[in-house]
């Protein structure tokens, strides 16, 4: 079975990630997202980096968002990309739900793409038969 995959879009970037869990759509959406734009010669390997973050969003396509974005923050500020990621996301009540996460990778000396931001726009994440499917528009 296939963790993501790229799909047409005429402007940006889109992208659907496969899960058997949230944690695993997350994960695969974020691993798609840093493949895209990554150039494996700029990696710096002589050492790995780690980011733990937390958050509260008020629905599960806005949690998707607002991690991803957070993810594109911390690489942005601190020159990093990430490729493994520990994930914990739990729901609080009828529709908030909490993330926590610890983001693992390594220092970059510079990117072959630059993502603007996450969008809204097509954003789809749901339950098929087992299987959680999430698709994502990036503004690049």
Known sequence: MSTYEFLEHPTDL?????GESLDEVFTNM?????AAITDEELIIRDETVI???EMNSVDLPSLLVDYLNQLISLGDTNNEIYDYFELGIMQ???????LKCRATGYKVSGLKLEIKAVTYNELKIAEQVGQWLAEVVFDI
């Open 30 to 34: 974020a691993k798609g997202m840093f």
């Open 51 to 53: 980011q733990d973050f």
């Open 14 to 18: 889109k992208i659907r990630a496969f």
């Open 92 to 98: 609080i009540g009828n529709e908030n739900w909490s």
